[in-house]
C-alpha cells in the first residue's frame, strides 16, 4: 500500500514538472464517433452549429444596419491558409467538377486515391444508419429480435472497448457483434453476413467516380481506395465488386481499410498509403468528403487532396428535414401494423366495481396505475417459475432490496402464498466482487457511457482506497484527455494488484452472505426479481459466481433495457429504449437504508435512511393500494372465471406505465413533489427526481424539451411532452433554428482598442419570449451589445461562458459596463438608441480550447423601428 502511494506521488510531481517547462499551445481536433462504426474528425466549434446565433452566423454590418440573412460558414473559410498547398487549385469540388479534375491537375498524378461511401459508393438510405433499420427487416435479425439502435449502440460500446484492448479504435464486425452477449456465436457470424448483404443491397456506385476511374486508368494512374470503415478489405472489395463494371474494379489495384491497418484516416493510414504507394506524396491526389480525414490531414502530408461536397448546404438541411419527417410519417399513418397494436383495457370492470372514491392522488397512482403493472408483472413471474418447474428445474426466487419489495408484495398477494425471498444485494457489490483479471476491469470500463464517466465513481466502484483514487485522479487531469489517461493508469500492476485483492475479500464476504441466506445446492435455478433496467447485478453475478455456486442465474424484471449485451438469460414484462420510471421504482422500495458492506460473518451492512418520513409515508399509501388492487382483480377475476392471455396484461402493464410517465395529472404532480432518489440526492440532499419550477428557466435556456425529464415537460404542456417523447424515440437531427423560425435581431460591436466590427445577429426563439444567441469570445477583446438599436426594455436571463463543449466556465452576467442604461435586476431600460451593454474581457489564459459567450434574453419593448418576428 505503502509503495503505490509513494509511486503515484512520484509520478505527480514528475507530471507537474513536465507541465511548467512546456508552454507549447497545442489544439487537436476532436473525434466523433458515427454511430456508423467511422471515425468522423470534427473541427472544434462544428458541433456549435446546434445552438443559435452561432458566430459563423455573424454578417459585417460595416457600421449601418443590414438586412442581409446570415449564412453558415463555408467549410473552405475553415481551412488554415498554412495547411493550403497546390493554392491554384481547388479545395473542395462539387459533381459537376469531377469529370474535369484530371485535366487540372495535369500530368502531374501518378496515383488516384478515392474514399468509398458517400463518395465512390452512395446509400439508397437518407443516413448510413438506416442501414440498420433495413438490416432490421433481414430474416435472420427478424427472428433474433435485432433492432436498429441495438447495432448503433453496440458498435458505440465496441468503440470505447477497443483502446483498452489494444491501443486501436479501429473496430470490426466482429468486434462490434460481440457485444450482443445474449446471442450465440454462430448467430453474430450470420448477423454480420446479413449486414454486408444488406448492404450490398442498399450500395450503388455513383456514375461520375466510376467515369474517373476510367478516365485515370486510360492515363495509366493508378487507382487505390482508401475508407475509414469497419468491413475488412476482402469484405469491403465484395461491397464494390457487387456495384462496380467489371473493367472498373479490376481497374483498382489496391483498397486500405482502417480496420486492417489499426489506424485511421486521420491519424496514420496516409502515411502508409503514400510509403506503399511509392511515389512522392505530391503525385497522389485524394478525393473524400470528409473535409478533415479526406483532405485537410492528407494535405499536410503533401497530398493533393480535394474535399468532395455533393450537396450545398441549402439542399443537405432539406434533406435532414426530409429525413426527419420520412420518420416522423409513422404518427400520421391511419393504423400501420407495425405500429399501431390493439388497445386493450382488461382492468376496467375492476375500476367499475371498486369502491374509488374520493379519488385521492394515492389511489390514482397505486389502484390505477401501478396497481395494473404489478398484477401483470405478477402474472409474469409466476408464469415464468411454473413453465421452470415443468422443466424439472428446481427454481429459487430471490427479490433484489430494497427496489424490489414491493414486487414481491405484489407476487404474494397474486399467489396467495409467499413467492420466495427477500435478499439484500446491490448492483455495487456484484460489480465490485467481479474484478479477477484485467478484462474484467476493462469489461466494466467499456460498459461506462462518456457522458456518465465520472472519475470518482469509477474509482469508487473498483473499490480504490481513497487515497490511491485522489492520486490517480490528479495524475489524470495533468493530462489533456483525463479519462483516458485515468483508464490507462488502472492498468498499472501495483493498481490492478490492488483492486484485485480488494474485490476478492468483498466477494468472499459476498458469499458467506449468499451461501447462509440462499440456501442454495447445486443445480439450483436462480431467479433474480428487480425493477430493471440493465440487468447488471445478473450479469455480473454470473460473471463473478456462477462457476463457483454451480447454479443458473435468470433474472425476471419488470422493466428492461434492449440493449445488445443486456444478460442472455433474462426477460421483463415491458422492455423499453429508456427509462423514464424512477418514481415507480421509488414506490417500489422498502424502508431501510441501502447496502453498504457486508461483514466478514456475512451479515448485511446497511447506510442510515435518508429519505423523509413523510415521502414513505406517501409511499406506504401507494404500496397498500396497488395490494388492494391485486387482491380486487384476483377475486373478481377468479369468481367470474374471466382469463386473459399474457400479451393483453403485458400490452395493458405498459400503457398504464407509460400514462403514468409521460401525461400524469396534475394531482399526480403534486404527490411526487419532492420525490428523492437516496442514490443520486447529492451530497446535500437537495436534489429531488423532478422540479416544476427548474423547467420553466431550463426551457428558456434549452432549444427544445429533449433534455428535461418526463414529468418536467408536462407541466410545460403535452405538445412539450409529445415532443421529447418523438425527439427520443426517432433521434431526429432538429436543430434549435428548425424548432422556431422566430428570431430577435441584435447588433454587436466586437474589437480591442485598436479596431472593431459591428455584426448584426439573429438570436432564435425558446420559449415563454426568450430568446438565445451565441458570441464569439477573442483573447483580449472586448463584445458590445448595441441593446438600444432594437429594444427599448429587455431582460437578460443570463450571460455565461462556455468552452467547446459548451460547459459553462462562469456566468458573466455581472461583468457588464452599461451606457446608456438604467438596470433592475434582470430588466434593462434602453435609455436610447445608444444605449450599449459592454461584456468585459476576460482572462482565459488556462483554457485552451475555443470560447463562446451564450446570451439568454427576453425583448419586452421594442424600438418602434425594430421588428421580433
Not at 438510405?125 to 442501414?131: G, I
Request: with cysteine.
Amino acid at each position: 500500500m505503502q509503495h503505490i502511494l509513494e509511486r503515484l506521488t512520484a509520478k505527480i510531481r514528475q507530471a507537474d514538472g513536465d507541465q511548467q517547462s512546456s508552454d507549447k499551445f497545442r489544439l487537436d481536433y476532436p473525434l466523433d464517433h458515427d454511430p456508423f462504426g467511422e471515425i468522423l474528425p470534427r473541427l472544434p466549434g462544428d458541433d456549435l452549429y446546434r445552438f443559435t446565433g452561432h458566430p459563423s452566423a455573424i454578417v459585417q454590418d460595416g457600421g449601418g444596419l443590414t438586412e442581409t440573412i446570415a449564412k453558415r460558414q463555408k467549410p473552405e473559410d475553415r481551412l488554415l491558409s498554412r495547411d493550403m498547398r497546390d493554392t491554384h487549385h481547388k479545395a473542395q469540388i462539387g459533381v459537376n467538377d469531377i469529370h474535369t479534375i484530371l485535366d487540372d491537375f495535369g500530368d502531374s498524378v501518378r496515383v488516384l486515391s478515392l474514399d468509398c461511401f458517400d463518395t465512390l459508393l452512395w446509400r439508397k438510405t437518407a443516413t448510413p444508419t438506416d442501414v440498420f433499420a433495413v438490416l432490421a427487416d433481414n430474416p435472420v435479425a427478424r427472428r433474433l429480435g435485432i433492432a436498429p439502435h441495438q447495432r448503433v449502440s453496440a458498435a458505440a460500446r465496441a468503440y470505447r472497448a477497443k483502446p483498452l484492448e489494444n491501443g486501436s479504435r479501429e473496430t470490426d464486425l466482429g468486434d462490434i457483434y460481440r457485444f450482443f452477449t445474449s446471442l450465440s456465436g454462430e448467430e453474430r457470424e450470420l448477423l454480420a453476413e446479413a449486414e454486408i448483404r444488406t448492404e450490398m443491397d442498399v450500395c450503388f456506385a455513383f456514375s461520375p467516380y466510376v467515369e474517373l476511374i476510367r478516365l485515370a486508368h486510360a492515363r495509366g494512374i493508378k487507382i487505390i481506395i482508401v475508407s475509414d470503415t469497419y468491413l475488412r478489405e476482402d469484405e469491403l472489395r465484395r461491397l464494390l465488386a457487387r456495384h462496380l463494371p467489371e473493367d472498373v474494379m479490376q481497374s483498382i489495384n489496391k483498397i486500405y481499410c482502417s480496420v486492417d491497418y489499426g489506424t485511421s484516416k486521420s491519424n496514420g493510414l496516409f502515411e502508409i498509403v503514400i510509403k506503399e504507394c511509392g511515389v512522392p506524396a505530391s503525385e497522389l491526389l485524394h478525393i473524400g468528403d470528409n473535409d478533415v480525414a479526406d483532405a485537410q490531414v492528407p494535405r499536410k502530408l503533401g497530398v493533393r487532396a480535394l474535399h468532395f461536397l455533393p450537396f450545398d448546404h441549402e439542399v443537405a438541411d432539406f434533406l435532414r428535414l426530409q429525413h426527419a419527417a420520412s420518420s416522423l410519417i409513422v404518427l400520421d399513418q391511419a393504423a400501420p401494423d407495425s405500429v399501431v397494436l390493439p388497445c386493450y383495457s382488461p382492468f376496467r370492470p375492476i375500476f367499475a366495481v371498486a369502491n374509488l372514491r374520493p379519488y385521492a392522488p394515492e389511489t390514482v397512482i397505486g389502484y390505477m396505475s401501478f396497481g395494473p403493472v404489478l398484477y401483470a408483472y405478477a402474472r409474469f413471474l409466476m408464469d415464468e417459475v411454473e413453465a421452470l418447474q415443468q422443466q424439472g428445474k428446481r427454481v429459487k426466487v430471490f427479490f433484489l432490496l430494497r427496489d424490489a419489495y414491493l414486487l414481491s408484495a405484489a407476487c404474494e398477494a397474486y399467489a396467495r402464498k409467499p413467492v420466495g425471498k427477500l435478499v439484500r444485494i446491490r448492483k455495487f457489490h456484484a460489480i465490485a466482487a467481479s474484478f479477477k483479471t484485467r478484462a474484467d476491469v476493462d469489461y466494466y470500463i467499456s460498459g461506462i457511457e462518456p457522458l456518465y464517466d465520472n472519475l470518482q465513481a469509477t474509482a469508487e466502484q473498483l473499490l480504490l482506497p481513497p487515497e490511491v483514487a485522489e492520486l490517480l485522479i490528479r495524475i489524470a487531469h495533468q493530462s489533456d484527455d483525463p479519462q483516458t489517461a485515468f483508464h490507462q493508469l488502472l492498468h498499472d500492476d501495483d493498481v490492478l494488484e490492488l483492486i484485485f485483492k480488494n474485490s476478492l475479500a468483498l466477494r468472499a464476504r459476498l458469499m458467506r452472505y449468499m451461501s447462509k441466506e440462499f440456501e442454495l445446492e447445486e443445480g439450483d435455478t436462480v431467479i433474480l426479481a428487480d425493477i430493471g433496467y440493465y440487468g447488471r447485478t445478473q450479469e455480473f453475478l454470473i460473471r463473478t459466481l456462477k462457476e463457483e455456486l454451480k447454479v443458473d442465474i435468470l433474472g425476471r424484471y419488470l422493466v428492461a433495457s434492449d440493449e445488445p449485451y443486456r444478460p442472455a438469460n433474462g426477460k421483463a414484462l415491458i422492455t423499453s429504449s429508456c427509462w423514464d420510471y424512477d418514481l415507480l421504482e421509488e414506490c417500489c422500495i422498502l424502508k431501510e437504508g441501502m447496502v453498504v458492506d457486508y461483514d466478514l460473518d456475512g451479515e448485511p451492512v446497511l447506510d442510515e435512511i435518508k429519505l423523509s418520513e413523510r415521502q414513505y409515508e406517501k409511499v406506504a399509501k401507494i404500496q397498500d393500494e396497488c395490494l388492494r388492487f391485486i387482491n380486487d382483480a384476483r377475486s373478481f377475476f377468479t369468481k367470474s372465471g374471466v382469463t386473459h392471455e399474457y400479451s393483453i396484461l403485458q400490452r395493458a402493464a405498459h400503457a398504464a406505465l407509460f400514462r403514468h410517465s409521460y401525461m400524469p395529472i396534475e394531482a399526480e404532480l403534486e404527490y411526487f413533489m419532492g420525490f428523492q432518489n437516496d442514490k443520486f440526492m447529492g451530497p446535500d440532499r437537495t436534489k429531488t427526481a423532478y422540479h416544476l419550477d427548474s423547467a420553466w428557466k431550463n426551457v428558456r435556456c434549452l432549444p427544445s424539451p429533449y433534455r428535461l425529464g418526463a414529468f418536467e415537460t408536462r407541466i410545460l404542456g403535452l405538445d412539450f411532452a409529445f415532443s421529447r417523447l418523438v425527439q427520443k424515440r426517432f433521434q431526429l437531427d432538429l436543430r434549435p433554428e428548425d424548432m422556431n423560425v422566430r428570431f430577435s435581431p441584435l447588433k454587436v460591436s466586437i474589437g480591442s482598442m485598436h479596431e472593431s466590427k459591428v455584426f448584426l445577429l439573429r438570436a432564435h426563439h425558446l420559449y415563454d419570449g426568450y430568446f438565445s444567441i451565441m458570441l464569439p469570445y477573442v483573447s483580449g477583446t472586448s463584445v458590445k451589445m448595441l441593446l438600444g438599436e432594437h429594444y427599448e426594455w429587455v431582460q437578460v436571463e443570463v450571460i455565461e461562458l462556455l468552452d467547446s463543449a459548451r460547459s459553462m466556465c462562469r456566468n458573466v452576467s455581472s461583468s457588464l459596463d452599461l451606457e446608456e442604461i438604467n438596470r433592475e435586476g434582470e430588466i434593462y431600460q434602453c435609455l436610447s438608441q445608444a444605449s450599449v451593454a459592454t461584456i468585459r474581457p476576460v482572462d482565459l489564459q488556462q483554457f485552451t480550447t475555443p470560447q463562446y459567450y451564450h446570451m439568454v434574453f427576453r425583448p419586452l419593448v421594442s424600438r418602434a423601428s425594430s421588428l421580433v418576428l
